[in-house]
């Protein structure tokens, strides 16, 4: 009795790590030794075994043989319960449940809450009723049938399953309509499942072939389908030649795909190794040969055997030299990539500017220096004596060109502007002049210019030669228009050079104003005369170079200094006035990077300031806001204003819609799962009948709740 | 002889008037003179089709495209904001249909120049109340006067040299106030409200009320000549005999900035209304450009070989025009800084002033000329108009929303009927020429909370609009060098892994190659559509000039 007392309370203990919620019962039986809340069992220590209780089994003699065999089984077999897992792991494996079930119960809200957060405006409390009028069906659903005559109407109604409003068919109607009858529904049964299983034979055989590795099967495939090709193509050239045509193109296609490719040309790994073999091995010189063959076929041109003119046409073809067939380059407008490096460049224009004459000259030093020379002494004898210096101390420059400084070569970049500028100048003043009438003079100048073109100067004191050399011609021109001529004529001889930076900066031709009253009706001889006066009157201040000089004293201020770190080495004198070393210099001058170009760059009468203005930056964005990639994006994105200044009303309330309204007064309720669920679903389901009967509705009202209801259940005991 | 359309007679519709759209933009929304005119049409419908497509007038900028590979976040926020910006600009469009008036026009008989008619046929010809408009204000004794309208272009105020000044609401000729400050005066100028003035006397700038009563005597500001005030800015800048150009903050009286332009005596002044930058004119013939955020000038630009007489600078901050002693008139595209056209005037232009809708009226000795379509590529022939007067003239200024041209010269002051000067739609919220005390009075709040501060002055209005770049890639290099990374960076493509042996080196290449400069590619592909399709248009021309005759049939084509 004691030893089942212990077994029951051993599998009591198990029950109890299985259900470790349920309290334990106390025992109220009297024992020897009774513990406050449990009982204490004597001699817990050692073990009972089955065979214990089993050995009365035996002996005694009322148990049937059955049960008897029974037990013997059960002692001899060895299976053990297993151990009940620890209290970690369980609450582990529950937590993992736990977490998953939880995990789907959430995500469910996920679309919504990703909906309002990306809804431009939420209106609280949600689902309100719509303001404003409202269709009759939505009225008349909340009105309830009470009197016994509408209670009849109605009842008469719904019986016929009439129509209430826009639906012409009742539903039962629409149902009938739906509905097939039970043959053609089984015919139709049939064949959807003979189609289905014809399928996925289908599949599994194309599977079963793809899967296969033999190249021996594969080639023999090809060439069995090549030839069932063939014939098809053979008979369709009779039957559908529309169809054979567009064959032929795709047969046009994949030679043009041969062509391009090195896919049978031997050339690859394989062919190479199989070239290493061929020489021995019959087989693999053989496999070579058909590849070749096999690009030989590829390429071959489809002959169209039609009209005889396309035959002879075609022979003419096959005498025709092999480079013909050579891949043609390729030239698609549209992608320039093909192009690579195919495309030539466009010649250049004819005119020489000094730059370029710069790096011709470098080629070729000498000649160039002898060049230089000649044209010098020409220089010389068209020119004045007392030019003569300059051109001297020029010549000296030139000998010594291989000691070129910084100094020097930024007189020749600034000539080179100058330069470039004077052209553009004289262009666009030439097409003036040839709508004033008078054209010759510029484009003599130009001419003028271009054939000195190659004289190179690297000094201020020799644009002023050049000028000297150029000028004369413009000046001596007859006709020019009274202004222009006055304003060239007038200007004393010295500033000349200033002259041409007079024509640079302001440029527009001025045009006479014809007036209505006569006092102020100028006389052509008076007006010139007035004119000399204005010219003198201003000789002194010359505002064209004042402002040449200016804006050339800004763009200096703007250019970053060059730092000379250079210092005197041993055994090297030092003190001002030396030049050190051109390695020393190389190494030892810092240049910095020059800035972005100025905006006024090409604006040679204007001077726009480079200084970053500061104060606007304190009220500017500085940092992008999430969503926006690069600035352009943040700024398209800002550019239309809100203020109601630039916008109408309605675009301004549209525009500045606060991103949560909420209604005064009103309870905002959390969201429940049923609101938005619901809204789906009648959203996705179609409208019932608009109105119903009052008892229909309740009962229906009825359903819908108790499936709510057993919703929530489900999910209480999920 | 016609005349057309003055719009004075009309009774004004006030504070429920809904063009809006129509203001002098602060930021970057250009005034669109030209789009009045052209919708003058009863089928409504067709005109609500027609801007269903937001016309170019009511363009804001360019559109953005939603990048290849961008974010889910990004599209929908580029999209959103698209969306506002069209639907902001249909709206515009539509609204302007609700522009209720035209601009007038003068337009002679066949053989008749409209600058031979005399302003007294004009005054006979149109109704009583336009013609009473043209008036002369005999003044000889404290001549020649200068003059200012006011905003709403009621009030008018003149200050002869020798210390008249009176304020005149004009069209009822009821004089408000007057008196002799016994200095001479060189210029006046309204402030923001029609209740208070500036006076620039000999020595110091003055400010006086409606009534004539001093209410500060600003000794800051020395030996003023000319004035210009920033209506949007609160801003009274002036500049001075010594070369100062100091700024005033008139509503809250603190001078902003002054700056030493050191270019000598600066009588030459303008103000471009569109971006509230000063422009000065200077005797050694330059144009700066200045505003009080910079001690140096903005842009410098060379304009005549002589002194700068006068400027002027149109409503749209587009057009400038000089005169200048060399006695040429220059149009300018201030937004390129490149000169447009120029004229020779044989006397040259003393004054210049431009009116509302780009009529330029210029001073030449005793008569004033006024030029139409000055502000286009199209250089001028022959004056729209011209009046001329006894004595020299000192000021020239349009009246607003009037077709009226005030002349103040030694002799006095005359008003003239110029067709076609005055902007015919007025916003009632901004400038109401009807406004009762009570409007200004609310008007007056409105402006003052909406006040643009004065380091908003730049050349480029929208400059708040944009992102501070400096700033901006400062940060990104700071960024970039705590992450580790380019956050902004595009992340480079990855080929996916492919099985079977299609994952080869080539093949990853391969596969690279085809979507490399992507972003480039698509604008060598643009440039390269445009090409051709420019080559196909000159075909065709050069095509149909070369067929010349055409056939019968081609008068059915389009």
């Known amino acids: 009795m004691q030893n089942e007392n212990l077994v029951q309370i051993s599998f009591f203990n198990q029950l109890m790590l299985v259900h470790p919620r349920k309290k334990q019962n106390e025992r109220s039986e009297a024992s020897v030794q009774v513990s406050e809340y449990f009982v204490n069992a004597e001699g817990t220590g050692d073990k009972v075994n089955l065979s214990d209780l089993l050995g009365t089994v035996e002996k005694t003699s009322g148990a049937s043989n059955k049960t008897k065999k029974q037990l013997r089984n059960l002692q001899s077999s060895k299976e053990t319960l297993e151990l009940p897992l620890n209290k970690q792991q369980t609450e582990k494996i529950q937590r993992g449940i736990a977490y998953e079930k939880t995990t789907a119960e959430v995500s469910c809200w996920k679309n919504i809450i990703l909906q309002n957060q990306k809804a431009e405006q939420m209106v609280f409390p949600l689902n309100q009723e719509s303001s404003g009028p409202k269709r009759v069906e939505q009225v008349v659903a909340g009105w309830k049938v009470q009197t016994p005559l509408e209670q009849e109407i109605f009842r008469l109604l719904h019986g016929s399953r009439q129509p209430v409003n826009d639906p012409v068919l009742t539903p039962v109607e629409e149902q009938s309509l739906k509905a097939m009858s039970l043959e053609e529904a089984k015919i139709r049964r049939a064949e959807l499942q003979k189609a289905r299983a014809l399928q996925s034979y289908y599949e599994a055989k194309a599977k079963r072939e793809k899967k296969i590795k033999s190249k021996k099967y594969h080639k023999v495939q090809n060439k069995a389908k090549r030839k069932d090709f063939l014939k098809q193509f053979d008979e369709m050239v009779k039957t559908n030649p529309e169809g054979a045509l567009e064959e032929l193109k795709k047969m046009e296609l994949s030679r043009m795909e041969e062509r391009m490719s090195l896919k049978h040309q031997n050339s690859g790994k394989w062919a190479k190794s199989k070239a290493i073999m061929a020489k021995y091995d019959d087989s693999a010189r053989k496999a070579m040969q058909e590849q070749l063959q096999m690009n030989k076929d590829l390429t071959q041109k489809m002959v169209v055997p039609s009209d005889d003119e396309h035959e002879s046409i075609e022979e003419g073809l096959e005498t025709v030299p092999d480079f013909v067939n050579d891949p043609e380059t390729v030239i698609d407008p549209v992608n320039p990539w093909m192009r690579g490096q195919l495309t030539h460049e466009e010649p250049e224009v004819s005119c020489v500017t000094a730059e370029e004459v710069q790096t011709a000259e470098e080629e070729n030093e000498e000649e160039e220096i002898i060049g230089e020379f000649e044209r010098k002494r020409k220089l010389r004898q068209a020119d004045e004596e007392d030019l003569i210096p300059t051109e001297e101390e020029h010549v000296v420059e030139v000998s010594d060109k291989e000691e070129e400084d910084e100094d020097e070569e930024e007189d020749v970049s600034e000539f080179n502007t100058l330069f470039r500028l004077m052209r553009s100048e004289k262009t666009r003043e030439g097409s003036n002049q040839t709508r004033g009438g008078l054209n010759t003079a510029g484009e003599e100048d130009e001419e003028g210019l271009l054939s000195e073109g190659q004289i190179r100067v690297r000094s201020i004191e020799d644009l002023e030669v050049l000028d000297e050399v150029v000028e004369p011609r413009a000046i001596e021109e007859p006709s020019a228009p009274q202004t222009a001529a006055a304003e060239a004529t007038s200007e004393p001889p010295h500033k000349k050079k200033r002259e041409i930076n007079l024509k640079e900066v302001l440029t527009k031709e001025a045009k006479a104003v014809r007036l209505p009253f006569l006092p102020t009706v100028v006389d052509e001889e008076e007006r010139d005369e007035q004119i000399s006066i204005i010219k003198e009157a201003f000789a002194g201040d010359d505002v064209i170079s004042d402002f040449i000089k200016d804006k050339s004293r800004q763009e200096a201020a703007g250019r970053p200094a060059v730092v000379d770190l250079t210092l005197p080495g041993w055994g090297e004198w030092g003190g001002v006035g030396l030049k050190p070393p051109r390695w020393k210099r190389k190494r030892f001058r810092i240049k910095t990077a020059p800035p972005p170009p100025r905006q006024d760059q090409k604006l040679p009468d204007v001077i726009i300031s480079e200084k970053r203005t500061a104060s606007v930056a304190s009220h500017q964005v500085s940092q992008l806001p999430f969503p926006f990639q690069n600035t352009a994006q943040f700024e398209s994105s800002i550019r239309t204003p809100i203020g109601s200044t630039w916008n109408t009303q309605t675009v301004v309330k549209n525009m500045t819609k606060p991103k949560v309204v909420t209604k005064l007064g009103a309870i905002i309720e959390p969201m429940v799962k049923e609101d938005f669920i619901k809204s789906k679903t009648t959203a996705a389901g179609g409208k019932g009948a608009a109105i119903m009967l009052g008892e229909n509705r309740r009962a229906k009202e009825g359903t819908k709740r108790s499936a709510e209801n057993k919703k929530k259940k489900s999910s209480c005991g999920c | ?558």
């Not at chain 2, 026009?105 to 120049?113: P, Q, S, Y």
Request: hydrophobic fraction near 35%; proline fraction near 4%.
């Open chain 2, 1 to 558: 002889m016609l005349v057309f359309g003055f719009w004075t007679t009309k009774i004004c519709n006030t504070r429920n008037c809904f063009n809006k759209i129509v203001l002098i933009a602060l930021f970057s929304l250009t005034f669109h003179c030209n789009g009045f005119a052209s919708i003058v049409c009863p089928d409504l419908k067709k005109i609500l089709t027609k801007f269903d497509s937001p016309s170019r007038w009511f363009m804001l900028g360019k559109k953005c495209k939603v990048p290849a590979g961008a974010r889910e976040r990004l599209k929908e926020a580029i999209a959103i904001s698209e969306a506002m910006s069209e639907h902001a600009q249909k709206q515009a469009a539509r609204y302007d249909l609700l522009l209720p008036e035209d601009a007038g026009f003068l337009e002679g008989d066949e053989d008749e120049d409209t600058n031979t008619i005399s302003q007294a046929d004009i005054a006979d010809a149109v109704d009583i109340t336009s013609g009473s408009k043209y008036f002369n204000l005999h003044l000889s004794q404290f001549g020649p006067y200068r003059l200012d309208y006011s905003r709403t272009g009621r009030n008018l105020l003149v200050g002869g040299k020798k210390g008249h000044v009176a304020c005149i609401d004009w069209q009822t000729k009821d004089l408000k106030c007057e008196m002799n400050v016994m200095e001479t005066v060189n210029d006046v100028k309204w402030l923001h409200t029609e209740a208070m003035f500036a006076v620039a006397q000999k020595r110091w700038l003055y400010i006086y009320d409606s009534k004539g009563v001093e209410l500060h005597c600003v000794k800051k500001f020395n030996d003023v000549l000319r004035m210009q005030f920033l209506p949007y800015h609160f801003l009274l800048a002036t500049a001075s005999a010594t070369g100062f150009l100091q700024y005033l903050d008139v509503s809250i009286g603190k001078e902003v900035a002054a700056i030493c332009t050191k270019m000598g005596r600066l009588d030459v002044m303008a103000q471009n209304p569109h971006n509230a930058v000063i422009h000065l004119g200077h005797p050694n013939g330059t144009v700066s450009l200045w505003s009080p955020n910079q001690k140096e000038s903005l842009v410098k630009m060379l304009c005549h070989r002589g002194a700068v007489r006068s400027l002027a600078v149109d409503k749209t901050g587009t057009y400038m025009v000089t005169s200048g002693l060399d006695r040429k008139l220059k149009v300018y595209d201030i937004r390129a800084f490149k000169p447009l056209h120029s004229c020779f005037l044989p006397a040259g232009a003393s004054c210049l002033s431009l009116s509302q809708r780009g009529l330029l009226s210029a001073a030449t000795g005793e008569i004033v000329q006024v030029y139409q379509n000055v502000l286009g590529s199209n250089p001028v022939s022959k004056p729209y108009m011209a009046h001329r007067l006894r004595g020299q003239i000192w000021g020239l200024a349009y009246c607003p929303f009037e077709d009226v041209l005030g002349i103040g010269h030694g002799e006095g002051f005359t008003s003239m009927i110029v067709p076609g000067a005055g902007e015919p739609n007025f916003d009632a919220l901004d400038t109401n020429p009807y406004r009762s005390h009570k409007q200004r009075q609310e008007w007056e709040v409105k402006a003052l909370l909406e006040k643009v501060q004065p380091e908003l002055i730049g050349l480029d209005p929208g400059q708040l609009s944009k992102v501070d770049q400096a700033s901006f890639e400062q940060r990104h290099k700071e960024q970039i060098e705590a992450l580790g990374f380019d956050p902004l960076a595009k992340d480079k493509f990855k080929p996916r892994t492919k099985k079977k042996g299609r994952s080869s080196a080539g093949a990853i290449e391969k596969r690279k190659r085809k979507v490399a400069h992507e972003d480039q590619r698509d604008e060598i592909r643009q440039s390269v559509q445009e090409r051709t399709e420019r080559e196909k248009e000159l075909k065709e021309k050069s095509n149909e000039k070369k067929l010349g005759n055409k056939s019968t049939l081609d008068r059915f084509r389009k």
